[in-house]
């Protein structure tokens, strides 16, 4: 069937940062990685926010190193020299990358490259073991416990590659829980969820539990979810 990003929907959200982990098979030309258009399942997402951001950046991540460009304007995230270890496995090695604001940058590599693993340390899912990450000027990775939860409430939507829902909640509660955790008025925050669903086209799914839902309905509740606290900043994981 039609994909709920393309064609007849028409989004109603503007977030201003969008990092994209588009995974191992899109293809980076030799000797070239800047402005990077290619063929990929994750484009339409791309493609979408492109249309309602106007920027777009691909960056290739392998080796655990990170290639990068500069640019004159406000940065709003911004990570230096990001080292991660899993045991004796050295998966980031010294990576940088400044994002201003308004762009979209895309994460490719080869499988086991750290892409997930940068993309969860600059959305603030896992720490890294050396290196600074600012996010709006704010350390983020000096953050702990409930201050780092709030800041990550307020500021970031995350798309993991799979839905995780919770099981008992319904497809609107799902998406509301976010907003309720931030503080937000119920009515408020309900009124939002609603209308992110409706232009998902799962307008008829509200009361829905997951289990009640195909793997595709469910991906669309996870991307209203990302989207309910109106995020500076959407990480999509593949």
Aim: proline fraction near 5%.
């Amino acid at each position: 069937g039609q994909h709920p990003l393309r064609g007849r929907w028409k989004p109603r959200v503007n977030p201003r940062d969008v990092i994209l982990n588009l995974g191992e098979e899109a293809p980076v030309p030799e000797g070239s990685w800047q402005n990077v258009v290619h063929d990929h399942n994750s484009t339409w997402l791309a493609s979408w926010i492109e249309s309602l951001t106007g920027k777009r950046k691909y960056v290739w991540l392998h080796d655990s190193s990170l290639i990068r460009q500069n640019y004159e304007k406000d940065k709003y995230d911004k990570a230096k020299n990001i080292e991660k270890y899993y045991g004796k496995l050295h998966v980031l090695k010294g990576v940088d990358i400044e994002i201003g604001k308004g762009e979209i940058v895309s994460i490719v590599g080869s499988s086991g490259a750290g892409k997930s693993t940068l993309l969860h340390i600059l959305g603030t899912l896992d720490a890294p073991d050396k290196g600074t990450v600012l996010l709006n000027n704010e350390r983020v990775d000096r953050l702990k416990g409930n201050s780092l939860a709030r800041f990550r409430n307020n500021n970031i939507g995350f798309i993991f590659q799979f839905p995780h829902l919770l099981p008992e909640f319904t497809a609107l509660e799902n998406v509301c829980i976010p907003g309720w955790i931030g503080g937000k008025k119920k009515k408020q925050v309900q009124e939002r969820a609603t209308d992110l669903l409706q232009n998902l086209g799962l307008g008829q799914r509200l009361e829905n539990k997951p289990h009640q839902l195909s793997g595709g309905e469910q991906q669309r509740v996870a991307v209203a979810r990302a989207l309910i606290n109106n995020p500076a900043i959407v990480m999509a994981d593949e």
